[in-house]
T-cell receptor
C-alpha cells in the first residue's frame, strides 16, 4: 500500500467550476499535512498547510480527518492559472512523504 | 525569486561520465535535502543533511554521492549512472530537520543519462 495515495486524474474542469481532491495516508503517527502545487517542469511550492480544524485560504479549503486518515482540498471558482499538479504531503517520523499528485487542467 | 538555486538546470551525461549537481540556499536554513522525481512517481527522498551532518540515506546506490560543505551548499556527485537514473533532481531546504514546517525547493536539475 502506498504511504500517501492520490487519484492521479487528470481532472479537466471548466473555468469557474468547483473541484475537490482527496488523499489518504497510511501512517497513523503522521503529524502534519500540506498541499503543494507543482507546475509543469517546475519545482513544488507550498500551497497551504492542513490543520485539524480545517482551514481556508481564499478560494482554497483544506480538510483533515485523522480518524479516516484522509485529507482533502477544495478549489472554488477555478481559474486557468490553477492548472497544475497538486501534491498531498504528509510529515511522519520527521520526514515528508509525497503523493504522486493529482493533475488539474482548467479549461476556458 | 527562489531562495534555493540549483545548477545546472539541464544535464545530459553518458554512463561513464562523472558530473556534479550543485544546490545553494540563501534562506539561512540548517537542513538540506536531495529528492529524485521520476515521471508519474512521487518524489523520493534521497539524502538529508542537518547542520552539515548527513542524517539519512534512503538506500541510495553508491553511484550517487552527496557532499555538504556548509549549511548553505549541497552537492550531488554522479558517476557511472544508469539510464533509469534519468529524472528531475530537486534540492530543498528547511529551517531544521524534523520540524513540521514546509520545505523550500530549488528549480531542479533535469538529468538525462544516455
Amino acid at each position: 500500500r502506498k504511504e500517501v495515495e492520490q487519484d492521479p486524474g487528470p481532472f479537466n474542469v471548466p473555468e469557474g467550476a468547483t473541484v475537490a481532491f482527496n488523499c489518504t495516508y497510511s501512517n497513523s503517527a503522521s503529524q502534519s499535512f500540506f498541499w503543494y502545487r507543482q507546475d509543469c517542469r517546475k519545482e513544488p511550492k507550498l500551497l497551504m498547510s492542513v490543520y485539524s480544524s480545517g482551514n481556508e485560504d481564499g478560494r482554497f479549503t483544506a480538510q483533515l480527518n485523522r480518524a479516516s486518515q484522509y485529507i482533502s482540498l477544495l478549489i472554488r471558482d477555478s481559474k486557468l492559472s490553477d492548472s497544475a499538479t497538486y501534491l498531498c504531503v504528509v510529515n511522519a517520523e520527521r520526514q515528508l512523504t509525497f503523493g504522486s499528485g493529482t493533475q488539474l487542467t482548467v479549461l476556458p | 525569486e527562489t531562495g534555493v538555486t540549483q545548477t545546472p538546470r539541464h544535464l545530459v551525461m553518458g554512463m561513464t561520465n562523472k558530473k556534479s549537481l550543485k544546490c545553494e540556499q540563501h534562506l539561512g536554513h540548517n537542513a538540506m535535502y536531495w529528492y529524485k522525481q521520476s515521471a508519474k512517481k512521487p518524489l523520493e527522498l534521497m539524502f538529508v543533511y542537518n547542520f552539515k551532518e548527513q542524517t539519512e540515506n534512503n538506500s541510495v546506490p553508491s553511484r550517487f554521492s552527496p557532499e555538504c560543505p556548509n549549511s548553505s551548499h549541497l552537492f550531488l556527485h554522479l558517476h557511472t549512472l544508469q539510464p533509469e537514473d534519468s529524472a528531475l533532481y530537486l534540492c530543498a531546504s528547511s529551517p531544521q530537520r524534523g520540524v513540521p514546517i514546509e520545505q523550500y525547493f530549488g528549480p531542479g536539475t533535469r538529468l538525462t543519462v544516455t
